[in-house]
């Protein structure tokens, strides 16, 4: 199973800054024959399900504001807020789509500061 | 817009078999699948399977296999998931998720609102 690891767990961060968090796979995600990474980012706010951000690593899905964006290639990652807005607190979790059994991030909680 | 809407909250005694539906609206059915994951009360996301709806093809996470059961009714866009023997660590809100394409390898949006299962004695 790949084990997917986010850091930190919890984050705290003022409304402006920069708020950064990281994923790191025990595998690679990358498929080199499309060299697309396997991997998605989620916002999930009390109470409700899980919302797509990120997909293929850096794609912006539709709609989410251009604040957030994703980097990163193999096995370690980044989603990265550029400037915190009040909105935004919530967990937030990696997911890769590599291979079976689809696993996630154990999450990573952000706050204001 | 596309849409998944679940089957409301359900409460069981353990050794029981519950159901959850996943209706999907405004998109083709049969393009995607719809992977299901379940979320324990202050806990992370956890896969359970997942199956296509092109081709009734079915992958289930080894935690629940021999457990789980997952089905598709193409006439109403319907999708099910079946857990049995329930235990009290089966306690969760469980949710379906739409994955594009023809197997798991993909993300997953939407998502459905999500079906708590309380097991209880």
């Known amino acids: 199973d790949i084990v997917m690891t986010q850091s930190p767990d919890s984050l705290a961060v003022s409304l402006g800054e920069r708020a950064t968090i990281n994923c790191k796979s025990s595998?690679?995600?990358?498929?080199?024959?499309?060299?697309?990474?396997?991997l998605a980012w989620y916002q999930q706010k009390p109470g409700q399900s899980p919302k797509l951000l990120i997909y293929?690593?850096?794609t912006r899905e539709s709609g989410v504001p251009d604040r957030f964006s994703g980097s990163g290639s193999g096995t370690d990652f980044t989603l990265t807020i550029s400037s915190l807005q009040a909105e935004d607190v919530a967990v937030y979790y990696c997911?890769?789509?590599?291979?079976?059994?689809?696993?996630f991030g154990q999450g990573t909680r952000l706050e204001i500061k | 817009q596309v849409q998944l809407v679940q089957s409301g909250a359900e409460v069981k005694q353990p050794g029981a078999s519950v159901m959850v539906s996943c209706k999907a609206s405004g998109h083709t059915f049969s393009n995607y699948g719809i992977s299901w994951v379940r979320q324990a009360p202050g806990q992370g996301l956890e896969w359970l399977g997942w199956?296509?709806?092109?081709?009734?093809?079915?992958t289930y996470a080894q935690k629940v296999q021999g457990r789980v059961s997952m089905i598709t009714d193409t006439s109403t866009n319907t999708a099910y998931m079946e857990l049995r023997s329930l235990r009290s660590d089966d306690t969760a809100v469980y949710f379906c998720?739409?994955?594009?394409?023809?197997?798991?390898?993909?993300?997953?949006?939407?998502w459905g609102q999500g079906t708590p299962v309380i097991v209880s004695s």
């Open positions: 595998q690679t995600v990358l498929y080199t024959s499309n060299k697309k990474n396997y």
């Open positions: 293929w690593a850096s």
């Open positions: 998720a739409r994955v594009e394409g023809e197997n798991e390898h993909n993300r997953f949006d939407p």
């Open positions: 199956i296509s709806l092109y081709n009734g093809k079915k």
């Open positions: 997911h890769q789509y590599y291979s079976v059994p689809i696993t």
